[in-house]
């Protein structure tokens, strides 16, 4: 039984962690200036403002005041494709990886009896690359893109000196494109074909939970 119990724990184990490599390529953290100048260090516990509304709801209960932080975080990446071979001819130049600015939102307001209202509007999942027209690797892949934009409302209670509890609802808007070239199927050597396919999701709907445990002043845990 005890072996038993061992795999099963191990099994549950391995399925979470493979959850987490699978959806590391697309989140993205980049929700505020603070956390990131942190490296994301103490992100769930340390409530330093209205972002704590992405990075744990139940932190706004340690907000003393009406707080607003906005902004956008700018992703910059260079790629380089080298040691091609392929009897497909075409070109290797450009960078697949755009710039892009992922923009942030959120607001924090404390109410009477230990309540807090919150709304936080981010980019939660994102990814894109494009390559030029005539990449010779078209006949496999021309663009790929997912964005996601969430907005969520949320809500806060100090249940006490030492806990607080945070929920916040998720509406989100999901779309995503894929497309490639394909050889004209009528004229041989002819120009490319497109082929693209594109689909969105406007009602998906999420929720983030908080608990925030203050046990001595100066220490919390999130």
Same mark, same amino acid.
């Given at each position: 039984?005890?072996?038993?119990?061992?795999?099963?724990?191990?099994?549950?184990?391995?399925?979470?962690?493979?959850?987490?490599?699978? @959806?590391?390529?697309?989140?993205?953290?980049?929700?505020?200036?603070?956390?990131? #100048?942190?490296?994301?260090?103490?992100?769930?516990?340390?409530? @330093?403002?209205?972002?704590?509304?992405?990075?744990?709801?139940?932190?706004?209960?340690?907000?003393?005041?009406?707080?607003?932080?906005?902004?956008? @975080?700018?992703?910059?990446?260079?790629?380089?494709?080298?040691?091609?071979?392929?009897?497909? %001819?075409?070109?290797?130049?450009?960078?697949?990886? %755009?710039?892009?600015?992922?923009?942030? @939102?959120?607001?924090?307001?404390?109410?009477?009896? #230990?309540?807090?209202? #919150?709304?936080?509007? &981010?980019?939660?999942?994102?990814?894109?690359?494009?390559?030029?027209?005539?990449?010779? #690797?078209?006949?496999?892949?021309?663009?790929?893109?997912?964005?996601?934009?969430?907005?969520?409302?949320?809500?806060?209670?100090?249940?006490?000196?030492?806990?607080?509890?945070?929920?916040?609802?998720? &509406?989100?808007?999901?779309?995503?494109?894929?497309?490639?070239?394909? %050889?004209?199927?009528?004229?041989?050597?002819?120009?490319?074909?497109?082929?693209?396919?594109?689909?969105?999701?406007?009602?998906?709907?999420?929720?983030?939970?908080?608990?925030?445990?203050?046990?001595?002043?100066?220490?919390?845990?999130?």
């Amino acid at each position: 039984m005890h072996n038993r119990t061992a795999r099963r724990l191990l099994a549950m184990l391995v399925a979470m962690q493979s959850g987490s490599l699978l @959806a590391a390529g697309f989140a993205l953290n980049e929700q505020n200036a603070s956390d990131l #100048g942190q490296a994301f260090a103490g992100r769930s516990s340390m409530a @330093a403002d209205a972002t704590t509304v992405f990075t744990n709801p139940a932190g706004m209960s340690m907000l003393e005041r009406a707080e607003i932080s906005a902004g956008f @975080a700018g992703i910059m990446s260079s790629t380089d494709i080298s040691n091609v071979r392929s009897p497909i %001819p075409g070109t290797n130049k450009g960078d697949p990886v %755009p710039t892009t600015a992922i923009p942030f @939102a959120f607001w924090s307001q404390p109410l009477d009896n #230990g309540w807090s209202v #919150g709304l936080g509007f &981010y980019v939660p999942f994102g990814l894109v690359t494009e390559y030029e027209s005539a990449f010779q #690797g078209r006949y496999f892949g021309t663009k790929s893109e997912l964005k996601q934009l969430t907005l969520q409302p949320t809500v806060a209670y100090r249940i006490s000196d030492q806990w607080s509890v945070g929920l916040g609802v998720s &509406y989100n808007y999901i779309e995503g494109e894929l497309s490639r070239n394909a %050889p004209h199927p009528a004229i041989p050597g002819g120009p490319d074909v497109r082929s693209r396919v594109t689909g969105d999701d406007s009602a998906s709907w999420g929720y983030n939970v908080g608990v925030l445990f203050q046990p001595v002043e100066g220490t919390r845990i999130g």
